[in-house]
């Protein structure tokens, strides 16, 4: 057997800023995660100019959920969440952290996407939230009294809480919380660079479903009807929308799948779907 070591010509150099950022980013971590109030400390041992660094974390206790409200004024927004929140991710006197946050907003943005909002993104959620104490403004006589509300505050201290609120951003466009419906779907089974559908080298057949262009008639509209999700009258759906590329890509027949969505003129929150397929 054989054991080789690999010295360091050019070992790095002490530097003990590097220890301190290192400690705040160990403060970081343990905010994302719920604990709010975390003590990092660090000390060192030198021998033989090496350095050792032993990191003393003491995390405290955890911040937990107290409420979740969805402080929305729209009435049927309003509604639409309150009948979605049992998937929600934020659970109340669970740890709160920013990963679950994240995620609920994720949830939050596709079940609208998923019910006609087709603008909706993750920019016009906000979480707020409240870990305030509530001030000892009153002083009673009763001696026992006070320290029965002196222990009270100190609980709170000690198992900290949180109230979370989810609104949507004032500052978003109003148009963002429009629902769109799905207008017109048209189909170029053998799309082209360049291709208009006011071409009239561009043959159209239309359908109950669909409009569908090509220049050769080389598919049965059965294929399109089975395939595309869309459907004039219906609400945009975002997986509408995944369900149809991953249905085209499957059946590898074209060598990519664009969909557009493009807004009518008639400002009717409606929107015509091209699907081109070269």
């Known amino acids: 057997k054989f054991i080789f070591f690999k010295m360091l ?4 150099v002490y530097d003990s800023s590097l220890t301190r950022i290192s400690c705040d980013n160990i403060s970081a971590s343990l905010f994302h995660i719920g604990y709010y109030n975390p003590k990092v400390n660090f000390s060192t041992d030198t021998t033989k100019r090496k350095v050792s660094v032993k990191y003393q974390v003491i995390t405290g206790t955890p911040t937990l959920i107290e409420t979740i409200q969805y402080k929305i004024k729209n009435e049927e927004n309003k509604l639409f969440i309150n009948e979605n929140s049992k998937n929600s991710f934020l ?3 669970s740890i709160i952290n920013k990963a679950d946050i994240i995620t609920e907003i994720s949830r939050l943005v ?3 996407r998923n019910n006609g909002y087709y603008k909706l993104t993750a920019t016009e959620l906000k979480v707020l939230g409240d870990t305030t104490i509530k001030a000892l403004t009153s002083v009673s006589a009763d001696p026992f009294e006070q ?3 002196l222990s009270d505050a100190q609980k709170q201290k000690d198992t900290p ?3 979370l609120a989810i609104v949507f951003n004032p500052e978003s466009d109003s148009s963002k919380f429009k629902k769109y419906q799905i207008h017109q779907v048209f189909i170029n089974s053998d799309y082209k660079n360049g291709d208009n559908w006011n071409d009239s080298s561009l043959k159209i057949k239309v359908t109950p479903f669909f409009n569908l262009g090509y220049h050769q008639n080389l ?3 059965q294929l399109f009807e089975n395939n595309i999700n869309f459907r004039p009258g219906n609400l945009y759906r975002q997986n509408d929308y995944f369900n149809t590329l991953y249905n085209l890509n499957k059946l590898g027949v074209w060598q990519g799948i664009d969909i557009q969505f ?3 003129r008639d400002s009717s929150n409606s929107l015509d779907v091209y699907i081109n397929l070269p």
């Open 219 to 221: 598919f049965n509209i």
């Open 9 to 12: 010509k050019h070992p790095n």
């Open 161 to 163: 809480k949180i109230r």
């Open 91 to 93: 659970k109340s006197n």
């Open 147 to 149: 320290i029965s509300i």
């Open 262 to 264: 493009v807004e009518t």
């Open 110 to 112: 596709d079940s609208f």
